[in-house]
């Protein structure tokens, strides 16, 4: 993996050939495992496995072997994991726990869902004799499970098209329909796809992507607050749509099974040119793994600390009269942290590559992603953009470049943007802009980060 082109440090990406949705998040005994929807034949989306990774912190990570592949039930699109810690399924055999994964067949005529199990923490897996466990109602769009354990049985989350139902089971086995949520809220530009139902205290959350019909455009994540009472959810905002990351490439993330405190990851990528984004031998990338909290009806993300991998930090403070720049040199794999003097700041930054530059304004009304001349823009016509997202205040920042990736969040995480470029080039310049004020000051803190790459399967 030395060399190659656009290829992350920090960031999971598969070996070679597509990924794209995080499937099957699940942590046990020390483990967090990370299935993926892959192709590993192509690096163009085809026929889906699940390809599988582990990691013991969330930022080295193993390759194992695939996972799941397709069989005569159709392809493995995506879904969840459980450790059925009861086994209410009846699959344990001995005193191993056994992993169950719920995931979604695909084939031409229909989608059903099926189950596999594993009772050597992953590493192999056999498919449930009886699938599909959940058959197709006529629906076009029935797919992407996700289960978790509520009081005393099994509940699952399906996307349906143009809104979300919600099963029961006792055993996972045998699943019965509860409700259904969304016919005629939130963004109905696209399809719904990767529910997740997750509880904060007394307040749960509805996580759906959809596909078209982001804020920018193409996919993005929204999501609905309000309350479950075991079988109904019930939205407290019904006229307002709520986004998770107003980038172009925040897709489809669910949260980890077997955590005390809610944990996800999402596939960085967006479908209107995922097929054809620059990169070589793998075709998609993992965002980093984001803590998840909820505050005054927000949902708030920080990234996991990648302070283990920083092998260099600089500190400075900034103070630019207007219309000045403060200029610096930073790797292709770096961390910025920067607080600003005031709420009210107006300011820019210019990330510059051998082959062109991305800009980002920042301002207390709005920030603005600029990627139309962000090095290699090529690709597709759908790729260059400028990318809006709303705010109320930028008080502080903090920026994750990792060679091909900028992942934003201001005010520790309140508002998250995700953005790809493909700029060339052994370093970039990074130029810090005073936009108007009589005086901006700023706390810069730059820290180089160590460049990993996943061990195992080569």
């Not at 009304?365 to 809006?388: A, C, K, L």
């Amino acid at each position: 993996m030395q060399n190659e082109q656009y290829r992350p440090g920090f960031h999971f990406s598969p070996e070679e050939n597509w990924l794209n949705d995080p499937n099957g998040l699940c942590y046990l005994d020390g483990e967090y495992h990370l299935f993926y929807q892959h192709h590993p034949h192509s690096k163009i989306w085809g026929p889906m496995h699940w390809g599988h990774a582990v990691s013991r912190d969330l930022l080295h990570w193993e390759h194992l072997p695939i996972a799941l592949f397709p069989d005569d039930n159709g392809q493995i699109f995506s879904g969840s994991m459980v450790v059925d810690e009861q086994n209410t399924s009846g699959l344990q055999i001995d005193d191993h726990k056994v992993m169950v994964a719920i995931f979604t067949y695909h084939s031409d005529k229909e989608e059903t869902q099926g189950i596999a199990y594993s009772r050597d923490k992953g590493r192999t897996w056999e498919k449930y004799a009886d699938n599909p466990v959940l058959d197709n109602p006529e629906l076009k769009d029935f797919r992407d499970p996700k289960v978790f354990w509520h009081h005393d049985h099994w509940m699952m989350s399906l996307a349906c098209g143009d809104h979300i139902r919600f099963y029961k089971s006792d055993n996972l086995l045998e699943w019965s329909y509860l409700s259904s949520f969304g016919e005629k809220l939130g963004a109905h530009g696209g399809v719904w796809e990767c529910p997740d139902l997750i509880r904060f205290d007394d307040k749960w959350v509805l996580i759906v992507s959809i596909n078209p019909g982001g804020p920018n455009g193409g996919s993005a994540i929204q999501y609905f607050t309000g309350d479950f009472d075991g079988e109904v959810f019930s939205c407290d905002h019904e006229g307002e749509t709520k986004w998770a990351d107003y980038g172009r490439d925040f897709y489809a993330a669910v949260t980890w099974s077997g955590l005390d405190k809610p944990l996800w990851i999402g596939w960085m990528n967006n479908w209107q040119y995922a097929n054809e984004v620059p990169t070589d031998p793998f075709r998609g990338t993992m965002t980093i793994p984001r803590r998840l909290s909820l505050e005054n009806g927000v949902l708030v993300q920080q990234p996991v600390e990648v302070d283990s991998l920083v092998e260099e930090s600089v500190q400075q403070t900034v103070v630019l009269a207007e219309t000045e720049a403060f200029v610096e040199t930073v790797p292709r794999q770096v961390q910025v942290k920067v607080a600003v003097s005031s709420q009210e700041s107006r300011f820019s930054c210019v990330l510059k590559g051998e082959n062109g530059e991305l800009i980002i304004q920042f301002s207390p009304e709005r920030v603005v992603f600029d990627r139309r001349n962000s090095g290699d823009v090529s690709f597709s016509e759908m790729f260059p953009s400028v990318d809006t997202m709303p705010c109320s205040s930028i008080e502080k920042l903090q920026l994750l470049i990792d060679d091909s990736s900028n992942e934003l969040f201001i005010n520790d995480g309140k508002y998250v943007m995700t953005e790809l470029f493909y700029m060339k080039g052994e370093s970039f310049e990074m130029k810090w802009m005073n936009e108007g004020q009589d005086q901006l000051e700023m706390d810069v803190v730059t820290e180089r980060i160590g460049a990993l790459q996943p061990t195992g399967m080569k």
